[in-house]
C-alpha cells in the first residue's frame, strides 16, 4: 500500500467518521502492524497482542466521531492499543505473571516485530537466527522493565511517537517520559551488552 500523506490520511479519517467503512478499514490497513508490534512489545504474547489491536480497533470504530482533531487519529489508536495493553498487564499482575511466550516470538520472527526493519534478514538462515535469538533476548528484557518504562520505550523506539505525543498518552510530563525511556534504554543496553 502507498504511503499517504498526513492530509490523506485526514480525508480518510473525516470520511469513516462520517461512516465509511472502507475508508476505516484503509485506516486499520495503514496501522495494524504498528498497533501490534505496540501491543505485543508491552505483552509479550502474541494471543494478546492480536486481541487488544482487534478490541482497540472495534473500539476506535465506535468511538471515531468523539475525535475532534482527524489528524491526531494515529496517535489517537495508539493510546487506545496502549491502555489496552497495560490493562492486561496490570490485570494478569494481579493474577499471577506468566512466562515468556516463546513460540509466539518465534513464529512472530523479528520482521513482525520491528516491521521488517531488522536490516539483518537477508535471506540467510544464520541472520535470520541471530536476528531472533535478539528479538527474543530484547523481548525477555522488555517483559522484566517496569510497564511504565517499557510503555513509553516501545512507543518511542518502536512507534516513533515524539515524547510529546508519549507524554500525552501516559498522562505523565515530557521529563517524566524521558526519565523512563532513559531508564528503560539503559537496562536494556546493559542487559544487551553481549549482542554488540
Known sequence: ???????DERALVLRAQDGDVAAFEV????????LFRIAYLVLH???DAEDVVQEALVSSWKRLHL??????????????VSRAATDVVRKAARRSTEGVDHKALEDAGPEAVLGGATGRNDGQ???????GAQMEALAAILQSTEEKQRTCWV????????YREIAQLVGAS???VRGRIARARSQILDRMKDWR
Request: no cysteine; glycine share 4%.
Open 67 to 80: 475525535l475532534e482533531e482527524p489528524s491526531a487519529f494515529r496517535a489517537w489508536v495508539a493510546q487506545i
Open 27 to 34: 485506516l486499520v490497513d495503514l496501522h495494524q502492524g504498528r
Open 155 to 162: 512507543l518511542r523506539e518502536i512507534d516513533g511517537m515524539s
Open 125 to 131: 538462515p544464520e541472520h535470520a537466527a541471530v536476528a
Open 1 to 7: 500500500m502507498p504511503d499517504l500523506t498526513t492530509t
Open 45 to 47: 504474547n502474541r494471543m
Open 174 to 176: 515530557e521529563s517524566t
